[in-house]
């Protein structure tokens, strides 16, 4: 079964940056598309970015521009790096699969805030 961990979160002043990473326990390979996900208290769940196996890349309007999304199939590993982040990105963040039921991770807290 997949398992994934995020991890890289922290606190960090706006305008920053921060580096999170995703780790998966089988071949990424095999899982397909991957994205980021991400859920503030008291709203619902939104998909951030994703990415493909081949590395075509998309991105929520929020966040286009200051976040890139990457991935390293040799090392099974998926990053984000969050550029000039702002206080309404903060959330727990999440990479998940596309369209592929696994359990969801234990996510890693985001806070922007100076």
């Known amino acids: 079964q997949v398992q994934l961990v995020e991890s890289g979160g922290g606190l960090v002043q706006p305008g920053g940056s921060l580096r999170l990473s995703c780790a998966a326990s089988v071949s990424f390979l095999s899982i397909g598309a991957m994205g980021w996900y991400r859920q503030a208290p008291g709203k619902q769940r939104e998909l951030v970015a994703t990415i493909t196996t081949g590395g075509i890349t998309n991105y929520a309007d929020s966040v286009k521009g200051r976040f890139t999304i990457s991935r390293d199939n040799a090392k099974n590993t998926m990053y984000l790096q969050m550029n000039r982040p702002k206080p309404e990105d903060t959330a727990v963040y999440y990479c998940?699969?596309?369209?592929?039921?696994?359990?969801w991770g234990q996510g890693t807290q985001v806070t922007v805030s100076s």
């Open positions: 998940h699969p596309i369209g592929v039921g696994v359990p």
